[in-house]
């Protein structure tokens, strides 16, 4: 397997713990409002038929949640949308209160300097708030990583070339 930094391991089970085990709290309805201009769709698919387009701005009612899609209810309809296309109206609970809170900060869309995202968007402060960790799905997801090995030989295989680049020091043009 390829060694992680000491760090990284602890910070990775812990995330992965986080959410996996909120899986169970998805079912909540909870009100969001749309960031990105998009379709309200007929299923969770990008081909899926247009029922709507929804402008920025527009609330929507959560009422599931289904991989990266939400199904939705808007203006009397039913349909799904991507989870990357709305914010919850709810902010994050102190971080006193249950160390995994302090994690909502770190996924927040509020900042307007650049940002990771991390796959945490649509979760509200309560379900971070009450998420524990799964250690059988941490050691799961651990049992799909590629020996250093493996690596090469799927590189070779897909006739892939070693290609040197700068590293990104961040700059604007």
């Not at 302090?102 to 995202?117: D, Q, Y």
């Not at 524990?132 to 090469?152: D, G, H, L, Y």
């Amino acid at each position: 397997m390829i060694a992680l930094p000491l760090i990284a391991r602890p910070l990775k089970r812990l995330f992965a713990a986080g959410l996996l085990a909120t899986a169970a709290s998805w079912a909540c309805a909870q009100s969001l409002q749309v960031s990105t201009a998009t379709e309200l769709r007929a299923g969770p698919a990008l081909n899926a038929k247009n029922l709507v387009s929804l402008t920025v701005g527009t609330m929507v009612q959560q009422l599931e949640v289904r991989g990266g899609w939400l199904r939705v209810q808007v203006q009397g309809q039913e349909g799904w949308l991507r989870s990357t296309h709305v914010r919850a109206l709810s902010t994050a609970a102190p971080a006193a209160q249950n160390p995994l809170t302090g994690l909502s900060g770190v996924f927040s869309a509020s900042s307007n300097r650049p940002t990771a995202t991390t796959g945490t968007r649509g979760l509200t402060a309560e379900q971070l708030a009450n998420a524990q960790p799964a250690p059988a799905e941490v050691q799961r997801m651990e049992s799909f990583a590629a020996t250093a090995a493996q690596a090469q030989q799927f590189a070779k295989n897909g006739k892939l070339q070693v290609q040197s680049f700068a590293p990104y020091d961040g700059a604007q043009p």
